[in-house]
């Protein structure tokens, strides 16, 4: 079964800012992972270096690292990653000298066990866990947050079961 998965945020910031909030994922300074409410990205060395690692139960490693454009890692084939096979990405797309375009896809060709996996439990928790990264990059970019992600109750059942803490808004001032 093949995936193409794509979540995006539009803000007016500076190109400083864009590329300063974009290159801190997966760093020890890392302001867009929203790691107060899910598994940290870990990584075992930067980005340059081809890292591994992952979060929580998904496994990958850095494919490609092209600063302030794009971070490509390619899924392992273990843990809750078993049966993905692709790449998932994050990029920064300058769309004019103060508009930028942060966007998260996931590009994969699904076997066993992913296949069923996917539409269950690692989608809904997936665009869940992305929409807050893309939340932390609005916010920290603009200061403001116009529509935070809000969790369905079918998310808000599976983080329950899987012991994560519940979701809690954040003021538009409180930064990353």
Same mark, same amino acid.
């Given at each position: 079964?093949?995936?193409?998965?794509?979540?995006?945020?539009?803000?007016?910031?500076? =190109?400083?800012?864009?590329?300063?909030?974009?290159?801190?994922?997966?760093?020890?300074? /890392?302001?867009? !992972?929203?790691?107060?409410?899910?598994?940290?990205?870990?990584? /075992? +060395?930067?980005? @340059? %270096?081809? #890292?591994?690692?992952?979060? #929580?139960?998904?496994?990958?490693?850095?494919? @490609?690292?092209? $600063?302030?454009?794009?971070?490509? *890692?390619? *899924?392992?084939?273990?843990?809750?990653?078993? #049966?993905?096979?692709?790449?998932?990405? *994050? %990029?920064? @797309?300058?769309?004019? +000298?103060?508009? *930028?375009?942060?966007?998260?896809?996931?590009?994969?060709?699904?076997?066993?066990?992913?296949?069923?996996? !996917?539409?269950?439990?690692?989608?809904?928790?997936?665009?869940?866990?992305?929409?807050?990264?893309l939340d932390n990059f609005e916010?920290?970019?603009?200061?403001?947050?116009? &529509? $935070?992600?809000?969790y369905d109750g079918y998310v808000r059942?599976?983080?329950?079961?899987?012991?994560?803490?519940?979701?809690?808004?954040? =003021?538009?001032? &409180?930064? $990353?």
């Amino acid at each position: 079964m093949k995936v193409k998965n794509v979540h995006e945020r539009t803000v007016q910031t500076s =190109a400083a800012q864009a590329s300063e909030l974009f290159e801190s994922l997966g760093t020890r300074k /890392d302001r867009l !992972w929203p790691k107060d409410r899910w598994p940290a990205m870990r990584l /075992d +060395a930067p980005k @340059e %270096e081809r #890292g591994r690692g992952g979060h #929580g139960p998904v496994r990958y490693q850095v494919l @490609e690292h092209r $600063p302030g454009e794009r971070t490509t *890692f390619v *899924f392992e084939n273990a843990r809750l990653s078993r #049966g993905i096979e692709g790449v998932h990405y *994050f %990029e920064l @797309e300058q769309k004019d +000298a103060s508009t *930028f375009t942060a966007r998260h896809v996931i590009d994969a060709e699904l076997h066993w066990p992913a296949v069923l996996l !996917w539409p269950l439990f690692i989608r809904p928790l997936h665009d869940a866990l992305v929409e807050d990264a893309l939340d932390n990059f609005e916010r920290a970019a603009t200061r403001d947050l116009r &529509q $935070p992600n809000k969790y369905d109750g079918y998310v808000r059942l599976l983080r329950r079961v899987l012991g994560l803490p519940q979701a809690r808004t954040i =003021a538009s001032s &409180q930064v $990353p």
